[in-house]
């Protein structure tokens, strides 16, 4: 079974192109590893009101979704109490985490690193191999560090650990030349309606480079890009084999 993912990348840094977000290609590729989709991702600052709003929105699509970011013991660390106002919970100590604290900081972790260990109530340690610093999870959204060398290693795990592995997409594509984007919009158009579970997609260049045409779907996407290049043909146009993978994007 394919299952659809979510993603929120917290941090006014990532809004302000102080730092640049590598979250969505890294996670949308390792969920697409997996078989499954990422189909949602949105970055939100560290102000309280629409970082609550936005896991209280992703909390009612009920899709997992991943949050990175904001769980760390700085007064702009909003996720913890974010999540807690948007699941109707109180922030409580966590003892399991508490202990993994002290034993990475000792007596320093006190007394603000102990805080990283309140967390909303109910909610399930998530382990952090990369340094000992755990985050949580609450339902079905997990809460990560937004370091990528600590959250990428905790969004493998997960995935393996809690979603069977579905069925890879499969990506078909070629270049076109000859024809325009416009005029092939009624063949994308018959994909849609003749080839169920298949998504065709074009990616139109400058400087002559021609047009990427492709479909991706778990089944039938080489029929479709047949029937595309038909129409292709149809309309006096040529193609090419891509050099390179397939951008596989809308």
Not at 75 to 104: I, N
Not at 140 to 147: E, S
Not at 219 to 226: D, F, I, N, T
């Amino acid at each position: 079974m394919t299952i659809s993912f979510g993603l929120v990348v917290v941090g006014d840094e990532i809004l302000a192109g102080r730092r640049v977000d590598g979250h969505v290609a890294h996670i949308g590729a390792a969920v697409a590893a997996a078989g499954h989709t990422l189909v949602e991702a949105v970055v939100v600052g560290d102000e309280p009101e629409p970082l609550r709003a936005t896991l209280e929105r992703t909390r009612a699509s009920e899709r997992p979704t991943f949050v990175c970011g904001g769980i760390g013991a700085t007064p702009d660390d909003l996720t913890r109490p974010a999540a807690a106002a948007a699941w109707g919970r109180s922030l409580v100590d966590h003892p399991e985490a508490a202990a993994q604290l002290e034993a990475r900081f000792g007596e320093a972790v006190r007394p603000n690193r102990i805080r990283m260990a309140q967390w909303p109530e109910g909610a399930d340690l998530e382990p952090n191999p990369y340094n000992g610093i755990p985050g949580f999870r609450l339902d079905d959204h997990y809460f990560l560090p937004g370091f990528p060398e600590m959250a990428w290693p905790m969004v493998d795990a997960i995935l393996a650990r809690d979603f069977p592995a579905g069925e890879p997409e499969r990506v078909v594509a070629v270049r076109v030349f000859g024809v325009g984007e416009s005029e092939l919009v009624g063949p994308m158009d018959a994909v849609r309606a003749n080839h169920p579970g298949v998504r065709a997609y074009s990616l139109p260049s400058t400087g002559g480079a021609g047009i990427e045409l492709g479909c991706r779907g778990r089944g039938g996407e080489s029929a479709a890009l047949e029937a595309l290049l038909a129409a292709v043909a149809e309309r006096g146009g040529r193609w090419e084999p891509l050099e390179g993978p397939a951008e596989a994007s809308d």
